[in-house]
């Protein structure tokens, strides 16, 4: 074919970046980064936020004792001794607050200071009718979180005879029924008992305990924790059987206790 009847084509413009493309390229030719979502950076601020806030509240946490079980229990120890001197200034005419404040400072181990209060008490209440017997009870109390079982059992056991004085007083003087129960002879017996059956088992003298714990119950049959304090006792005296038992009565009132749930466990089934 000649080429007078060859078709001329024309030759293709070259391509022409459109204003996009520029705009996406830098000054070396590179292209641009593409633009950020907004929703994006809103999202990363959010997170960081939460984490900033979770770590501001671990380390207050930790400052004030509830993260690690000893600052933990150290600062509970210290509040409920500032609730109860706070409590004991404010009503030093009630002989139960002089009580609590007592047996919490036992419970810190400032033994020094619970029996220079003891003494105070014991003057204080020494002429009463019915409230003698309450710095003889938080004697016991002391004797006990000292480990002077034998102390606190004789204790507990004067103290006893005093509520049964004030018993009597109170039959007559007193017409209302209860009597026991309204002045808190009663409630404060049954401490006392549960104290002494306490030092039997530490002691060793788990019939002493059983006898006692076994009285107790059949007035107060859903004390969960004088049960599992049962329990306690048929284990030191080798009884698994009766433990389950009572370890089981324990966790029907509290199935949710883990003191109660861990002591079970231990016996595992027959």
Do not use: H
Not at 1 to 23: G, H, I, L, Y
Not at 225 to 243: H, I, P, R, S, T
């Amino acid at each position: 074919m000649s080429k007078d009847f060859e078709r001329t084509v024309p030759a293709a413009e070259p391509a022409t970046p459109d204003a996009t493309s520029q705009a996406r390229r830098t000054d070396s030719g590179k292209a641009a980064p593409a633009a950020k979502d907004p929703m994006v950076g809103i999202l990363w601020v959010l997170i960081a936020g939460v984490i900033i806030a979770i770590l501001a509240f671990v380390v207050s946490a930790l400052v004030m004792g509830y993260i690690g079980t000893s600052r933990g229990a150290q600062n509970r120890t210290q509040a409920d001794l500032s609730r109860s001197e706070a409590e004991w200034k404010q009503q030093k005419d009630q002989p139960y607050y002089w009580s609590r404040y007592i047996d919490t400072l036992a419970s810190a181990k400032q033994y020094s200071k619970a029996q220079d209060l003891i003494n105070q008490m014991s003057k204080e209440f020494a002429k009463t009718d019915t409230y003698d017997y309450y710095a003889e009870a938080s004697q016991a109390n002391l004797y006990f979180a000292k480990k002077d079982y034998e102390g606190a059992i004789k204790q507990a056991e004067k103290a006893q005879d005093l509520m049964n004085t004030a018993y009597q007083k109170l039959l007559k003087k007193d017409i209302r029924p209860n009597k026991a129960k309204a002045y808190g002879i009663s409630s404060n017996y049954g401490e006392m008992e549960l104290l002494r059956a306490g030092c039997y088992t530490e002691l060793g003298k788990t019939d002493e305990a059983i006898k006692i714990l076994k009285a107790y119950l059949t007035s107060n049959p859903n004390e969960a924790g004088v049960w599992y304090d049962l329990g306690n006792a048929y284990v030191k005296a080798g009884n698994k059987d009766e433990a389950r038992k009572a370890f089981d009565k324990a966790l029907q009132f509290m199935p949710d206790d883990p003191e109660f749930q861990k002591a079970r466990k231990q016996l595992g089934d027959k």
